[in-house]
């Protein structure tokens, strides 16, 4: 006997408006920026940019050259930039859509301004990639998969003490946040930087002495000495410094979270994220073209995205070579069972809704 109508009605709204037979989902989605920015001014204004394309003069235009220019997009731009949206903003627009993994229509559509105004790293995306050539089982095991997108701070700077590679790193006694216990940030740190010890021959060891350590964290408002000031909530989350610099800074002005269970504010931002982040800097990433990559230049509040993926462990590993305990195949073998997993459950979803929207036909 088929369901009666008003059976159907829970359901339907459950699923919510559908095409017959067609649906499109996004897992892992994190909240839009768009929604988030009310709570932080640093791009802002950039919303009302939306549509704008070449030919456009828009009130805004010039701040968003200087964002692109800073980030790495407009080389040379002009040294008192003006509101036209003229070839040269469009071909930058067109090489951030393409660095960030975005549709490549040259126009400041809404998932470009969307991605513009997210918080991010400090880092400019102006690092260089290279041709990557994997073989024996990583090759078998990789075919298939997308290209590798990671790349490196110009000259492929490295640290090259003698083997075994020990860095010390220290977190600074004074540069910190009231909310966050010391014993807690130190427990996010050691975890961050385990993560990267556990796939190259590279140890961390915590000390002390601030000063003598490879690797200096710190929290910091605004100018802080380096001549990168921080911009407030929400915009640049922090920065890192190329080997063998050493220097991890981050925006002591976010509301800075370690459990997002426990986090009321919605515009938190992970703390483990942006650590693991930032060390893949101090070792001599750029950042990755992934959306999925730890290496990713941007991430939205309330976002957790700490663990390692292929794209980030490549990279590493091609300046640091790999840790004989870590096998990356295995990592390939998840990807691809997680890619089969999903592709089954879409089919599946995809089945039931036809069937439900069979049943309303024939029901009407």
């Known amino acids: 006997m088929l369901p009666c109508r008003a059976c159907l009605v829970p359901l339907l709204l459950l699923l919510g408006p559908l095409p017959v037979c067609c649906i499109h989902l996004v897992a892992d989605a994190p909240v839009t920026a768009t929604a988030h920015r009310q709570d932080g001014a640093a791009w802002r204004s950039f919303q009302q940019l939306l549509d704008a394309r070449r030919g456009s003069h ?18 040379g731009a002009e040294h008192e930039p003006t ?15 393409s660095m960030l993994s975005l549709p490549v229509t040259g126009q400041l559509d809404s998932a470009t301004l969307d991605r513009i105004m997210a918080p991010r790293c400090g880092v400019g995306d102006d690092a ?19 290209v590798s997108r990671f790349t490196f701070f110009k000259g492929e700077p490295r640290w090259t003490q003698p083997v075994p590679l020990v860095l010390t790193y220290a977190i600074s006694p004074t540069a910190t946040v009231d909310y966050l216990p010391a014993e807690t940030v130190r427990a996010v740190f050691q975890r961050a930087f385990a993560r990267w ?9 915590e000390t002390d002495s601030y000063y003598e350590a490879d690797i ?3 929290f910091y408002v605004g100018g802080h000495g380096d001549g990168i000031p ?11 410094f190329s080997p063998k610099n050493g220097r991890l800074h981050l925006d002591a ?10 986090e009321t504010a919605h515009s938190a931002v992970d703390l483990e994220s942006v650590a693991t982040h930032e060390i893949g800097h101090i070792l001599g990433l750029g950042h990755s073209s992934s959306p999925k990559a730890v290496m990713y230049p941007s991430l939205s ?9 292929v794209d980030d462990i490549e990279g590493v590993q091609w300046l640091y070579g790999p840790n004989p305990g870590f096998s990356l195949s295995s990592l390939y073998q998840q990807d691809s069972s997680k890619a089969k997993g999903r592709s089954s459950w879409l089919a599946g979803l995809a089945s039931l809704v036809c069937a439900v929207m069979v049943i309303i036909a024939v029901q009407l």
């Open 58 to 75: 828009v009130t805004g235009l010039g701040e968003l050259k200087r964002y692109l220019e800073r980030f790495g997009y407009m080389p």
């Open 83 to 97: 509101d036209a949206f003229d070839a040269h903003m469009e071909a930058a627009v067109r090489r951030y859509q």
């Open 128 to 146: 260089h990639g290279v041709p990557v050539s994997l073989s024996g089982t990583a090759a078998a095991s990789r075919a298939g998969a997308a």
């Open 197 to 205: 010890a556990r796939v190259i021959p590279v140890g961390f060891v």
């Open 216 to 218: 200096r964290v710190g």
């Open 230 to 240: 921080f911009d407030g909530p929400l915009g640049v989350l922090g920065h890192a």
């Open 253 to 262: 002005a976010e509301r800075w979270a370690v459990d997002m269970d426990t």
């Open 301 to 309: 509040p309330r976002e957790k995205k700490a663990e390692l993926t």
